[in-house]
Each structure stands twice: as structure tokens, then as C-alpha cells.
């Protein structure tokens, strides 16, 4: 592999100044190889049959003409796949879900389940087969349905964070309140669609199972394997060196695990690659949200009462849950603070987290409600949310390390044009457009985990890095190379960084906004220590100096306290009411997110996470079909991403805000940028024609109705 780095070395280093991506050169050229292109000898393709009822029982697998076709070599199902352990409590302290753990049983429990695996000499075979692959089934109805606040059923679940928060009288609050907002507000089924579908290739060599694949984290995903498989952790390696995007979907999943499973009965290596429509049921997705938020006020906008609750829902056969109420958590304080997530199991595949799971559709309702809520007031939005800012985390009572949300707010009014805006709304008229301006604030956890790390002197005079990150196109690698550079007191072209490899070693995988703080952690305790000893007039004999690195400790050691990035939103929004049509115009982000590491890469992250948000307020929405439990449109026809004609100027900017307490200042930037954008949207929706929108997508005929009645 080639190293681009291009930008200087000042004396001030490598952090914090823009250096286009190491692996830049390789990916538009074509030589960076991603999991589903890597050649293999004697490579064998397998293709994912699915379940066409959404649920039952299977009665038969009609292998017998599909083994005729050209090419085929063998369909693994339920009857004949080999046994896996799925009683094993997972890294994530559950158990695996049986998705995953493929072909172990004859029961449907929804639409796109995965029933066999044929496997074939060419991918074209594959496919051919795998289509024309008879399954019959004993059907059962089901039930798909999510009705917002009307499941009986519903339960609470704890995520990373307890189901039920509440302190203070709620009812006696909002009784004593001069203002009370009460209002419903709901988000889609949403799906994650990285670039690069999920791709797994599996082979044994030499006694040890081999995955190249496209993942979040390639230990995650070795250990779930050596659980499932019943092997020696030491005899898995799983490798990801390139990802096109993954966005919270690529972790373990239904083919990695079928891979495995014919490689061994084939001794042969073996591919599986997922299409796009699979991966609406084999990927993961967010669920849809059903948020009820009572906020009550005095006349000043200080809030008495708070609650939001949220409902969401999961799988018959696995526990998820979106915790959508997490975010008041740590934006609101109220005398009375009462917070939930419920979950509703229905004959749907399990969710999984999604960038800024929770934190995303929660505050599209609480950034929505205090929208709603200064209006009733008649108060600046900046402003009550000024006079609402916590002392201490509103239910911990801890205190924050930084919360520097209205440093970006009078920024980003600064900059936007905020001070001249008339808060009333449906008076700005542009020919055929109303405009309206909205903002809302953001904020997401800001954590580390323990990682592991080893760092090269090598004899040319060059340094080697191996840590086991994942750069799933967050410019995680590049962000490393900067890292390293400064610890070691070098130029950053001196310095080559290898990651995506389980045997590299522990490290936490690309996800919670957390991978590129735990890997630099342990990238500069590592770096550190070798600089010191080089400094000591160490001699670098042929095979180099590594000096390795664990941060288990130190990051153990941290104080607990309320730790969160902060971020403020604004957008101008054109509304058509005749057509319905609404264009985003400009937006802006200003965040408190820690030192940033590479300012290209750092605000293409924030830019990607609005983009999102304006793709979650105005297009995305995944609609399942009562009837057949499946989707309609599952693809990138059916299900819209905003693409470069809904995307308008985006600027993203941020503040100065080191972590106290990260030994660079990191905090992670990964999801912070989506996290309020949709409110902002909506709330500037309402500016503009004095509609409030509490279901998202605002789609053309949402708006086009909401006109009718107004
Ligand atoms: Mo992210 S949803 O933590 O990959």
C-alpha cells in the first residue's frame, strides 16, 4: 500500500491540521480491494435463500432439482447445515440472535429469514439456484404492525442505560405549570444502506478458520464466530482491511456465519455476499419510533415537568431497543423527570443500532417539543434552551466534564443570521416558496474503551503501527497515522498503520463515536513509550523495536461523570404548500466534540451525519406491507437516501472543546452531526408555514394535508 499524506509537519505537528485520507489513492484507483473482490483459489460462492412468509414452520427444502443445476455443489438448510452453539452469552451480554446463528431450526419467525444457502461454482450459479429453490412452508399469520402508543403488550427494556428514569411528582408539576405542551410524535423504520453491501469470504488454512470481511470491528466479530463455532478464540482470525460504510449494521451477521458453515462441509473457501434487498432484513435497521413528550413550564420557559417516552420495537426471537427518551437524560433538567423505553415484539427481523441509535429519533421529538414549547412561551428557542441548561446530569447528578452547547449555539447564531429572525411563522415568501428557518440542539456520549496497541520502530528509519481499528470511511486510519506522528515526534509519511486484523489484537470496534478515541489512546501510550527508549539512544536491530500498549487501566480509571459532545443545528427550509415540496437550503452544525484530530475528514463526518438528518426529516421511510410482512420497494429505488439534488450547502464547524481527560482531547465524531438535524428541519418547516410536523418523513402529501386543514 501506498502513504499519500501530502499536508507539512509544523512544529505545532500532525494533529489538527487536513490530510486527505492515506488509503485515498488506493480506493479511486481501484487497488484497495474490499471483502467481496479479494481473489481467492478454488473460491466457491454461496446465496442467501429467504423466507417468504413472514411466519411458520419450514415442511420442505425441495434441494433435489437445485443440486441438478449447473454448477451447484451443495444447499445447506436447517435439516443438514451443521450445529452451532447459540446458548452463549455474546460480548454484548446476550445471547446471539438467531438470525445470525443460521439454519439451526425449522421455525419462520419473519419475512426475509434466512432459510438455505446454495452453493455453486460461479455467483451467477448461485443466484440462479438459490431463486429457483423450492420452500414450503406451514404458514401462521403475523403481525407487523407497529401502532404507535396502542401495544398492550409493550414492555421496558434497560439498554446501556436503565428502561425507567424518574424522580419528582409528574402530574403535580405539570398541574402547577403555566404552560404544558403534550404532544405525539413518531419516526420511521430506517435502514442504514452503506455503499459496500456486507460480504463475507471463509476459509479453513492450516487448522485456522480464516474471514476476510467487511466489518465494524474484526474481533467482534472472531469471538462471536469462535462462540458460535465452538473454537479456540486463537484459531479464528477474521481480517477487514477496506469498508464502504456501515453505519452501526456491520457486525455479525447471517452470512459470515453461513460462509463458515460451508467452507467446513466443503473444505473449500467460500463467499457470501448479501444484495441490497436482503439486507433489509439481514442487516439490521432502526426501528420505527412511537414519543409522547409532556413539557411543562413556568411563563419564563424554566421547565417543571418533563417527560418523554418511547416506543419502539423488536424481534419475537431477539431483544433490541432503540432508547429514544435517553437523550432528555442529559439535555433537560425538570422538578419532575420522568423518562421510558418500551418495547414491543412483533414478526419483524431484530433491529440494531444505527448512527446515533436512540440519541437520533429522541431528539427529533424533544428538539421538536422545545421548539413547540417556546413558541407557547414566546420565547426565543436558543433562549429557552439557555434558561434550561443543567448544573449536573439531570438524572446521574453527576457532573458534565465540558458542556459547551451555548458556546455553539452563539456561534452558530453568529453565523447563520440567527438575530434577525421574526419568530413568526408563514410570513417569508420567496415566488412560490414559504421560508422558515429552525434549530435545535445536539448532543451524544463522548466515551473510550479499552484498547490495545503496538507500535514498530522499524530498521529503515520508518514506524509501523498495528492496532485492530476499523475505518469504515470515517478516516479513522488516516486520523491514526496523525496520532502516531506527533507521539513519535515524526513527519507523518514516516509512519505506516496497519488495522482491520483480529490478530492484531483487542481493540473496540468502530462504533458509540468511540473507535478513533480508544484506538489513539492506545496508539499514543504505545508511540510514547517507544519515542522515549529511541530517545535513550536505543539501537534498532533488523526485526525493529515494537513497544505494545493496553489502556484497559487507564481508561478503567476514569471518573464517572456526565460525558457528552454538544453540538447546535440550524437550517432555512423552502416549503411549497401546493406541491408540497420541501427543499432544505442551507444548514449549519457547530459542535463541541473534543479536539479534532484531521479537519477534512472531521467535517465530512459532521456534514455526512446532517446529511442524514436531512435524509430522516424529508425521505427516508422503510413501509412494510400488512399483508405479506415484507417491504414495499426494499432497494435504492423504494427507499430514497437524500442524494446530491437534496443536499444544499452544508457547513459544519466546531468550537474549541478538549477532553479534560482524553490524553489528545478526543471525544468522537462519528454520530454527533445527525443527532437534532431533523428537529432543526422540522422546526424550521413549521417557520415556514406554521404547520407543525410531528411525523416524519415530512412528506409532500403529509405537508399537502396539513395545508388543507390549516
Ligand atoms: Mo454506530 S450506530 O455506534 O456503528
Not at 474490499?34 to 419450514?58: C, D, K, M, N, Q
Not at 478516516?475 to 513527519?491: I, P, S
Not at 466534540?593 to 425521505?619: D, K, Y
Amino acid at each position: 500500500m501506498t502513504t499519500a499524506i501530502t499536508g507539512r509537519t509544523t512544529a505545532k505537528g500532525a494533529v489538527g491540521t487536513a490530510h486527505t485520507r492515506v488509503e485515498g489513492r488506493d480506493k479511486v484507483t481501484g487497488a484497495a480491494r474490499y471483502a467481496g473482490e479479494i481473489p481467492f483459489a478454488e473460491l466457491a460462492h454461496g446465496w442467501l435463500a429467504l423466507s417468504t412468509v413472514a411466519r411458520g414452520r419450514i415442511l420442505a427444502v425441495e434441494t433435489a432439482p437445485v443440486l441438478a443445476m449447473p454448477g451447484v455443489i451443495a444447499v445447506l438448510h436447517h435439516g443438514n447445515a451443521p450445529r452451532v452453539d447459540t446458548e452463549y452469552i455474546g460480548l454484548l451480554g446476550v445471547p446471539p440472535d438467531p438470525t445470525t446463528a443460521v439454519f439451526q431450526q425449522d421455525r419462520v419467525p419473519y419475512l426475509g429469514w434466512p432459510v438455505a444457502l446454495v452453493v455453486a461454482e460461479t455467483s451467477e450459479q448461485a443466484r440462479e439456484a438459490a431463486e429457483a429453490l423450492v420452500v414450503r412452508y406451514e404458514e401462521e399469520p403475523h403481525d407487523v404492525a407497529f401502532e404507535g402508543g396502542e401495544h398492550p403488550d409493550a414492555y421496558p427494556l434497560d439498554a446501556h442505560m436503565p428502561a425507567v428514569a424518574e424522580k419528582g411528582d409528574l402530574e403535580a408539576e405539570l398541574a402547577a405549570s403555566a404552560v404544558v405542551l403534550d404532544a405525539e410524535y413518531s419516526t420511521p423504520e430506517e435502514h442504514h444502506n452503506p455503499m459496500e453491501p456486507h460480504a463475507a469470504t471463509a476459509r479453513w488454512d492450516g487448522g485456522r478458520l480464516e474471514v476476510v470481511d467487511s466489518n465494524q470491528g474484526t474481533v467482534w466479530v472472531a469471538a462471536e464466530l469462535a462462540s458460535l463455532f465452538s473454537l479456540d478464540p486463537a484459531a479464528v482470525r477474521v481480517r477487514s482491511e477496506h469498508v464502504g460504510g456501515g453505519f452501526g449494521s456491520k457486525g455479525v451477521r447471517a452470512h459470515q456465519v453461513a460462509a463458515v458453515m460451508a467452507a467446513t462441509v466443503l473444505q473449500r473457501p467460500v463467499r457470501v455476499v448479501m444484495t441490497r434487498r436482503q439486507m433489509f432484513s439481514l442487516a439490521g435497521y432502526r426501528s420505527p419510533t412511537a414519543q409522547r413528550l409532556r413539557l411543562g413550564a413556568d411563563a419564563d420557559g424554566r421547565l417543571r415537568a418533563l417527560e418523554h417516552r418511547s416506543l419502539s420495537l423488536t424481534s419475537t426471537v431477539h431483544e433490541f431497543i432503540e432508547p429514544s427518551a435517553g437523550v432528555a437524560r442529559t439535555m433537560y433538567d425538570a422538578d419532575a423527570h420522568h423518562t421510558s423505553n418500551q418495547v414491543v415484539r412483533l414478526d419483524v427481523p431484530t433491529p440494531t443500532w444505527m448512527r446515533a441509535p436512540g440519541e437520533a429519533p429522541g431528539s427529533f421529538a424533544l428538539e421538536s417539543a422545545l421548539d413547540e414549547l417556546a413558541e407557547k412561551c414566546g420565547i426565543d428557542p436558543i433562549e429557552l434552551r439557555a434558561r434550561n441548561e443543567p448544573e449536573r446530569g439531570p438524572v446521574s447528578g453527576l457532573p458534565f466534564s465540558g458542556r459547551n452547547l451555548h458556546a455553539c449555539f452563539r456561534e452558530g447564531a453568529r453565523r447563520f443570521g440567527w438575530a434577525d429572525r421574526d419568530p413568526r411563522p408563514g410570513l417569508r415568501r420567496d415566488g412560490r416558496w414559504l421560508l422558515g428557518t429552525g434549530t435545535a440542539a445536539a448532543s451524544f456520549p463522548a466515551g473510550s474503551a479499552p484498547s490495545t496497541g503496538a507500535v514498530t520502530a522499524e530498521a529503515d528509519g520508518t514506524f509501523t503501527v498495528r492496532i485492530n481499528a476499523a475505518d469504515i470511511g470515517t478516516g479513522a486510519r488516516t486520523a491514526l497515522t496523525l496520532v502516531a506522528a506527533d507521539a513519535l515526534e515524526v513527519a507523518p509519511d514516516r509512519v505506516q498503520v496497519h488495522i482491520g486484523d483480529s490478530d492484531f489484537g483487542m481493540a473496540f470496534i468502530a462504533g458509540g463515536s468511540m473507535g478513533t478515541r480508544s484506538w489513539a489512546w492506545a496508539v499514543t501510550v504505545a508511540a510514547g513509550e517507544l519515542r522515549e527508549r529511541l530517545a535513550l539512544g536505543a539501537i534498532i536491530p533488523p526485526e525493529g523495536i515494537t513497544v505494545r500498549s493496553d489502556t484497559t487501566e487507564a481508561v478503567g480509571a476514569l471518573a464517572q461523570m456526565e460525558r457528552h459532545s454538544f453540538g447546535a443545528q440550524f437550517a432555512e427550509v423552502a416549503v411549497d404548500v401546493t406541491t408540497g415540496e420541501v427543499r432544505v437550503r442551507r444548514m449549519l452544525g457547530i459542535f463541541a466534540a473534543g479536539r479534532i484530530i484531521n479537519p477534512l475528514t472531521a467535517r465530512n463526518q459532521f456534514v455526512g451525519g446532517m446529511t442524514w438528518g436531512i435524509s430522516m426529516a424529508l425521505h427516508e421511510e422503510a413501509v412494510r406491507d400488512r399483508a405479506t410482512g415484507g417491504h414495499y420497494g426494499a432497494d435504492l429505488a423504494g427507499y430514497h437516501v437524500a442524494t446530491h439534488a437534496d443536499v444544499p450547502h452544508i457547513e459544519a464547524d466546531w468550537i474549541d472543546d478538549p477532553d479534560p481527560d482524553d490524553p489528545i482531547g478526543i471525544k468522537g465524531i462519528g454520530e454527533i452531526g445527525i443527532v437534532g438535524a431533523a428537529a432543526a428541519i422540522a422546526n424550521a418547516v413549521w417557520h415556514a408555514t406554521g404547520v407543525r410536523h410531528r411525523s416524519l418523513p415530512i412528506r409532500p402529501d403529509r405537508v399537502l394535508r396539513a395545508a388543507q386543514h390549516a
